[in-house]
């Protein structure tokens, strides 16, 4: 077995969608980034990444490259899970967590676990997601961003 984690931040702005797990939440700000800045997703990957010793997700999906330009993060997260593949991995489990202050995450969070898992391959019961506010306070408080984290456990296959 292997484990990673990740963190990923990106920040709130009007005029941008906001998407997060794979899924379009209605906000009046959306997250700013290079691909669709699903940060979420982006820290799954990363996990992924981590666990398997590749380097960040930046090596592999550089943010000045035009191919992932307003690009699915969940593109990113089926290629991840290839490169996982590849390896002799799979899914034991992820866990990750999202920092946003508004909108409400958790009428999304099922769709958001479903996307996830299918992009990973793996069944929903082997991936959970969970959301916390920032109270006011810090970055996240203030809604100037949002951060996630996300840990997951690797097997190997057999
Ligand atoms: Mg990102």
Request: charged share 25%; net charge negative.
């Amino acid at each position: 077995m292997r484990i990673g984690q990740s963190t990923d931040i990106h920040r709130l702005v009007e005029g941008r969608k906001l998407i997060l797990g794979g899924v379009e939440i209605p906000s009046d700000l959306g997250l700013l980034g290079h691909s669709d800045a699903d940060a979420l997703t982006h820290a799954v990957a990363e996990a992924v990444l981590g666990a398997l010793a590749l380097g960040d997700l930046g090596h592999w999906f550089p943010d000045t490259d035009p191919k992932w330009e307003g690009a699915d993060s969940q593109i990113i997260l089926r290629e991840v899970a290839r490169m996982m593949d590849e390896k002799g991995y799979r899914i034991g489990n992820a866990d990750a967590l999202i920092m946003i202050e508004k909108p409400k995450m958790a009428p999304h969070i099922e769709q958001m676990r479903r996307n996830l898992a299918a992009s990973l391959g793996c069944d929903i019961s082997r991936i959970s997601v969970k959301a916390t506010r920032g109270e006011g306070l810090g970055f996240v408080g203030r809604r100037e961003g949002v951060q996630a984290f996300a840990a997951v456990l690797l097997e190997e296959k057999e």
